[in-house]
Nanobody, 125 residues
């Protein structure tokens, strides 16, 4: 069982930055591919970014590519999402997810086994 706890959400202005974090309880954190998803009000949960067990492989949704950066610190059992050039359309609850890394990029929420409770990100002036 893996517990995931997100933190760092909040209010940002358009064009601003925020960094959200996800701390994992897994003793073998390095076995897991990690992902970030988001869900805006009235919309389905969507893929944002994912990172392989060693950080060597990353993937992004087209809507956030070149603005968001996913990273991880295995020594701290933590994954991050640095969000730059924020837009009002980025407003959503952001969820951290984990799955055993089998060497494939996973963009579907069905490909993840563990989820955090989410952290709210609001982009507004």
């Amino acid at each position: 069982q893996v517990q995931l706890i997100e933190s760092g959400g909040g209010l940002a202005q358009p064009g601003g930055s925020l960094k959200v974090s996800c701390a994992a309880s897994a003793r073998t954190f390095i076995r897991y591919r990690m992902g970030w998803f988001r869900q805006a009000s009235g919309r389905e949960r969507e893929f944002v970014a994912s990172i392989s067990w060693n950080g060597g492989g990353t993937a992004y949704a087209d809507s956030v590519k070149d603005r968001f950066i996913i990273s991880r610190e295995n020594a701290k059992n933590t994954v991050y999402l640095q969000m730059n050039s924020l837009e009002p359309e980025d407003t959503a609850t952001y969820y951290c997810a984990a799955a055993i890394d089998r060497g494939m990029i996973v963009r579907s929420n069905r490909g993840y086994d563990y989820w955090g409770q989410g952290t709210q990100v609001t982009v507004s002036s």
